[in-house]
Nanobody, 123 residues
Framework: QVQLVESGGGLVQAGGSLRLSCAAS????????MGWFRQAPGKEREFVAAISKSGGYTHYADSVKGRFTISRDNAKNTMYLQMNSLKPEDTAVYACAADMGGIATMSISYDYWGQGMQVTVSS
């Protein structure tokens, strides 16, 4: 089992940047593919980005491609999401998740979840 804790969320103006972190404890972090998801008010949870166990492969939702960068540091048991050129439509609760299998875009594939944190982008 792995426990996930997100940090780095908050309020930022449109065009600004934020760096989200997801710290893992418990089982070996490098045993998990990792992902970021978000959920805006009144909308379903959506995939944002995912990274393979080694960090060698990444995948992004079209809506964030070129603006967001996912990365991980297995020595620090931490995953990151660098978010640049933020837009008001990026406003959502962002959550990280761990998948014992391969990289995935569907939330049902993930085994463990963080509690989520708010990211608000003002116009």
């Amino acid at each position: 089992q792995v426990q996930l804790v997100e940090s780095g969320g908050g309020l930022v103006q449109a065009g600004g940047s934020l760096r989200l972190s997801c710290a893992a404890s418990g089982r070996t972090f490098s045993s998990y593919s990792m992902g970021w998801f978000r959920q805006a008010p009144g909308k379903e949870r959506e995939f944002v980005a995912a990274i393979s166990k080694s960090g060698g492969y990444t995948h992004y939702a079209d809506s964030v491609k070129g603006r967001f960068t996912i990365s991980r540091d297995n020595a620090k048991n931490t995953m990151y999401l660098q978010m640049n050129s933020l837009k008001p439509e990026d406003t959502a609760v962002y959550a990280c998740a761990a998948d014992m299998g391969g990289i995935a875009t569907m939330s049902i594939s993930y085994d463990y979840w963080g509690q989520g944190m708010q990211v608000t982008v003002s116009s």
